[in-house]
């Protein structure tokens, strides 16, 4: 199985980008790199997720490193809304199921 | 985007007496769905992946006995724990796969407790 590293913590401030970076040194060339967060006391939401060039939607972007090893979800503004525990996770082909590790708990300060 | 409803979001019961809660996947069908556990301050544990008419496939270490786990129907997905006792209390979080992308949407998750 693929692992992760993600720091245990982070912490920014209203409307400045944040950078979150995630390590995944053992994935393997077809699987893909899935960002989920989770408010307090509700179910993960789906954040982002890419498999090797970069990634944008409305809520954040993905850049993925040119040897898949790493990959950083970017939030351009965050806003007070976007505290919450942000997980790196791989989506390992025919597993078919996301394994979380521990996330990094993101604080953003008014 | 699609939506996962769970029932009860809250639910108390006593030592030794059997929890139900469902999992509904409202706008999509789901060929697959998830099952997880969450202690405080801890990240989601799967606990089993559950596929339309046939049998869940159960993570290591979770008694298969004790969480039941049913899906009978494109959208909908059951998790039964038998027998609870305090240990059990936990928040429990669904998951449903759109089978047309690799997203996976959760549910709002169900808070037991086991007094």
């Known amino acids: 199985d693929a692992k992760t590293t993600q720091p245990n913590s982070m912490e920014s401030n209203e409307e400045e980008p944040v950078h979150l970076p995630c390590n995944h040194s053992?994935?393997?060339?077809?699987?893909?790199i899935h960002w989920y967060r989770q408010l307090p006391s509700q179910g993960p939401e789906y954040v982002i997720h890419g498999l090797t060039s970069n990634v944008n939607n409305r809520m954040a972007s993905l850049a993925i490193a040119e040897d898949r090893k790493s990959s950083t979800l970017i939030l351009h503004r965050a806003t007070l809304r976007d505290a919450a525990v942000y997980y790196c996770i791989p989506d390992i082909q025919g597993a078919q199921k996301l394994v979380f590790g521990q996330g990094t708990r993101l604080t953003i300060n008014p | 985007g699609a939506v996962v409803s769970q029932h009860p979001s809250r639910v108390i019961c006593k030592s030794g007496t059997s929890v139900k809660i469902e999992c509904r996947s409202l706008d999509f069908q789901a060929t697959t769905m998830f099952w997880y556990r969450q202690f405080p301050k801890k990240s989601l544990m799967l606990m089993a992946t559950s596929n339309e008419g046939s049998k869940a496939t159960y993570e290591q270490g979770v008694e298969k006995d004790k969480f039941l786990i049913n899906h009978a129907s494109l959208t909908l997905s059951t998790l039964t724990v038998t027998s609870a006792h305090p240990e059990d209390s936990s928040f429990y979080i669904c998951?449903?796969?759109?089978?047309?992308?690799?997203?996976?949407?959760f549910g709002p998750g169900t808070r037991l407790t086991v007094t």
């Open positions: 053992t994935i393997s060339g077809t699987d893909y």
């Open positions: 998951s449903a796969r759109w089978s047309e992308t690799y997203e996976q949407y």
